[in-house]
Structures are given as structure tokens and as C-alpha cells.
């Protein structure tokens, strides 16, 4: 998640679980060699609902003492005794002129008088050996290290693919751009081409790694994994966003805060203009490890939509097929159709992942200006994908390919004339398309973890009619929230909560 964005909307399309057909079997690491705040019993799968299964139940275990109990103080105070770590590992991701080596900061670890180590979370303290706690120094390097390798290898290929995406839009050759990138702009002393058409410098992976990693809490975000000041190379990773990456067998959630870090890929203000968590998202979430976020999460939801549109995939109908009972919060899934589901799911995500790493984000970063004006005419963060998918790809969500293309021209006309008519009223609306005022990135990321989109709908329509209900959710305290939107949840579901 990165800090400083002002989002519009609190209504989002959420999904369900992605799955797998055959997996191997679970690997479990000794305890030892895991940090010592990973739950007992702890094992990483890629068997999609043995994922999903272990992603929800880690997270209820973990949950107040790694985001916070809604009793709680809500703030923390690392102090000047929390240990500090300088390491050797050069970082390139800041605004500062000058290289940095990374210094990983341990908030709530503080070394006591005795020579013995403290450590404190939400909800409790104990004292740690020295062997525990170079556990958790090495394995924290160590993340940030293989995320940073791992983004690296992902944005080198954007990188080289933009070049050639900017190259044909000025209409000359690749080699005759890359030869003047990076020569000084006629008449201007400091300024260089590379500049003026937005291509990034050269990818290394520095650029990946945080010039100041901090493990620890962020309880006014609860829910949120990793947090990311944007222009600074200071990231925020959360115990729980280790365990999951433990769990998925990637560092997503290190790799995801580690895009956001990276200047030459996403900078404050330009990052007002484009939707830097689906970009951030894209390196990690499409993976084939991955089998918990495609479907579920907040970020991929403009995606999700258009694997609906072009590939025919039905979320709700996945919901009611592969869930069987929801037990108020108690979910029985249909371990058969699970799987089933999953099969279409995966052939989604290699296809979108190839796409958007050939065609969508190298024409982002080939005129980011330009597709951040693009955006803001349509009311739209995510045109570039819209735009690069219509033009790739045909319509078949309308029962099949064929009778989507023979519906399409026969109402050509109208939907011409509705699309004219959509565009011309959202002209100057904010970009997320609702007409809700502004509410946190906090109360956005609560709203997609806890409604599925047929349950959404029904809140839209709420809100629609009781406009005035959406202004007490935002003086609400985030314990108020949480416990609101709960309580809509369940009564939705036929259940009564006193």
C-alpha cells in the first residue's frame, strides 16, 4: 500500500479464493529456522486451498497482535533504543542524490541493560535469545535481498520493451533514441532527454531495496501488510505480511512495497495520476505461486472485471458454486469445484501476466504523462489496461466469443451513443467513478476484505438511497467501522446481531 494517495470511493468489486489443481505436498520448515513469532505448525503449500485455507487461518491467529485489537492504545512508539541494523547492501530507491546502504530498523526490539533482548507486539512481551533474533535479522536482509532480485528481473524486461513502445511512437529507430536518452536537452544544462520522454534509467536491482526497511505495526491501517512513503525509501513490513509471504513461497508483499519504493517507477506527485497499487501489484499477484490474491483483493479488481469481459470468468457464479455455507464468517467450500474453478483461474493469470509484461505496462511507462491524461479525462486510474485489452482482445463475455461479436455490432448504435453519453457526464468526476466523498485508504482496504461483490452491490444500493449513513461511516473511529460494516455483513445474511 502506498501512504500518500487520497482515494474517493469506499465501494469496490472484492472476488473470492484462487486455487490449483495438483500441488505438491505441504513443505514444513523447522521451527527453528523460521522467526520466532511464526505460529507453531507453520508450512508453505501451493495446493490453492490448503492456501487459502492456512492465508485465513495464520492471519485470525496473528491478527491482534500484529494489526491491532480495536481496544487497543491505536498508535505505537518505536523509540531511539529499538534496534537498528546497518547492512551492507546498496540502495538506489530514494530521492537522495547519493547511494545508501539499507539500515533495517526493529521497532518494538530493544536490548535491556542485561544484554537480553525485548521484543513487543500488540498484545504481549517476551524476552528473545541472541539465536532468535539473528533468525529474524538475517531472514528480514534476506527478504528484502531475493524481493528486490526478484522485481528486478520482472521491470529489466519493461524497461527494455518501453524503450522500443516510445521509440515507434516518435517514429524513429530504437538504436537512433537510446544513443540521445541520455543527452543534454538543447538550450538546458541539467536536463536530459531520458527526462523529457519519462523513460526510466537503467533497471538495477538497488532500485528495489528500501534505503530504511522498519519491521513492525501500522494499527491505524489494520489489515494492511506493508506500507510504503513514497519518495523516502522508508517501508513498513508487517510480521504478518512474512508469514504470508512464507506461505506463498514469494515475498510478495516485500516485492509489492519494494515497486512502490523504486523512484523511477513510482514517484509522488505523478503517482496522484495512475493506480500504483494494480502496477505494483502486477509483479506478485499473477504469480503462479500466488494462489490467494487474484481473486480476492481490492487492488486486482479492475483486472478481475476485465478477465470477466475477455476470458468469460463469472466471479459470482464461482462464489456460488465453490461455497457452500457461510456460517456467519464460518465459510464451508466445495473442495471439487474449487479446484475446478481454479483450472480457468490459472489459465487467466499466465495470459494477463505474459499481456500486461509484452503490451500494457511497457506502453504505460513509454508515456506515463500521456496516460496520466488520459486518465484523468476518463475519471479512470487504470485506462491503459481498458485501451490495451479492447484492442487485443474481443468481447466474450455474452455467452461465447461468437454471439458476443454479433451482439456488439447489432447494437453497435446504442452503445455508441451510451458510451458518449457515460463519458461526457464523467467529465471532471473523481477517478474512482462514484460520487462518494473522500474516506481513507484504511476504510477502502476493511471494505474489500469483507464483502464479496454480490454483497457490495447490495451496499451500493444503500448508500445510494441513505447518502447521509456514508458521512457517519467516515467520523467513525476504525473500531466503529469495522463493527458497522460487520454488522451489515451479517444481516445480509439473514442473521441477527445484538
Avoid at 122 to 149: I, N, P, S, W, Y
Wanted: proline share 6%; hydrophobic share 40%; aromatic share 12%.
Amino acid at each position: 500500500m502506498q501512504f500518500k494517495r487520497f482515494l474517493a470511493a469506499v465501494l469496490v468489486l472484492a472476488g473470492i479464493a484462487l486455487g490449483q489443481t495438483q500441488a505438491p505436498a505441504p513443505t514444513v520448515p523447522s521451527q527453528a529456522a523460521l522467526p520466532f513469532f511464526f505460529p507453531p505448525g507453520f508450512y508453505t503449500t501451493t495446493d490453492p486451498l490448503r492456501q487459502r485455507e492456512e492465508y485465513v487461518r495464520w492471519l485470525n491467529s496473528t491478527w491482534n497482535c500484529n494489526q491491532g485489537n480495536p481496544n487497543g492504545m491505536g498508535a505505537t512508539i518505536p523509540g531511539s533504543d529499538s534496534i537498528a541494523v546497518q547492512t551492507d547492501v546498496v540502495s538506489t530507491d530514494s530521492v537522495t542524490e547519493n547511494p545508501a546502504k539499507m539500515k533495517m530498523v526493529f521497532d518494538h526490539y530493544i536490548k535491556m541493560p542485561n544484554g537480553q533482548i525485548r521484543y513487543s507486539d500488540l498484545c504481549h512481551t517476551e524476552m528473545l535469545t541472541d539465536a532468535q533474533f539473528a533468525v529474524v535479522r538475517d531472514g528480514l536482509k534476506k527478504q528484502a535481498v531475493d524481493a528486490a532480485q526478484r522485481d528486478y528481473e520482472f521491470y529489466v524486461i519493461i524497461y527494455d520493451k518501453s524503450i522500443t513502445a516510445r521509440a515507434a511512437k516518435l517514429g524513429i529507430p530504437r538504436d537512433q533514441l537510446v544513443k540521445e536518452l541520455d543527452e543534454k536537452v538543447p538550450g538546458s544544462p541539467t536536463v536530459t532527454w531520458r527526462e523529457v520522454h519519462r523513460i526510466p534509467k537503467p533497471m538495477q536491482p538497488s532500485d528495489f531495496v528500501p534505503r530504511e526497511l522498519h519491521l513492525g505495526f501500522n494499527p491505524p491501517l489494520g489489515g494492511i501488510l506493508g506500507v510504503t512513503w513514497l519518495n523516502t525509501g522508508v517501508i513498513y513490513y508487517n510480521p504478518d505480511a512474512w508469514i504470508t509471504d512464507y506461505l506463498n513461497g514469494i515475498p510478495k508483499v516485500m516485492q509489492h512495497e519494494e515497486v512502490h519504493g523504486n523512484i523511477n517507477l513510482e514517484k509522488w506527485p505523478l503517482s496522484e495520476a495512475f493506480d500504483v497499487e494494480l502496477i505494483a501489484s502486477i509483479p506478485e499477484m499473477l504469480y503462479r505461486e500466488n494462489t490467494t490474491d487474484f481473486p480476492s483483493h481490492g487492488y486486482a479488481r479492475d483486472i478481475r472485471e476485465l478477465a470477466q469481459i475477455y476470458f468469460g470468468m463469472d466471479w459470482d457464479e464461482m462464489h456460488k458454486q465453490t461455497v457452500k455455507m457461510d456460517f456467519a464468517g464460518n465459510i464451508v467450500y466445495d473442495d471439487e469445484k474449487y479446484l475446478y474453478y481454479y483450472k480457468q483461474i490459472e489459465q487467466i493469470k499466465a495470459e494477463m501476466l505474459r499481456f500486461f509484461v509484452d503490451v500494457t505496462i511497457p506502453e504505460f511507462e513509454s508515456d506515463p504523462i500521456g496516460w496520466s491524461a488520459i486518465n484523468d479525462i476518463r475519471g479512470d486510474n487504470n485506462t491503459v489496461f481498458r485501451i490495451t485489452m479492447a484492442d487485443h482482445y474481443q468481447i466474450c463475455s455474452l455467452g461465447g466469443c461468437a454471439k458476443s461479436q454479433q451482439w456488439l455490432e447489432e447494437n453497435k448504435d446504442a452503445i455508441n451513443e451510451i458510451a458518449k453519453k457515460a463519458f461526457e457526464a464523467g467529465l471532471g468526476k473523481n477517478r474512482s467513478g462514484g460520487n462518494f466523498k473522500d474516506v481513507t485508504p484504511w476504510m477502502r482496504a476493511q471494505y474489500d476484505r469483507l464483502f464479496m461483490p454480490s454483497e457490495q452491490a447490495q451496499i451500493e444500493k444503500y448508500f445510494a438511497a441513505h447518502p447521509e449513513q456514508l458521512d457517519n461511516l467516515r467520523r467513525m473511529s476504525p473500531a466503529e467501522a469495522v463493527q458497522f460494516m460487520q454488522r451489515f455483513k451479517d444481516s445480509t445474511q439473514g442473521v441477527t446481531v445484538r
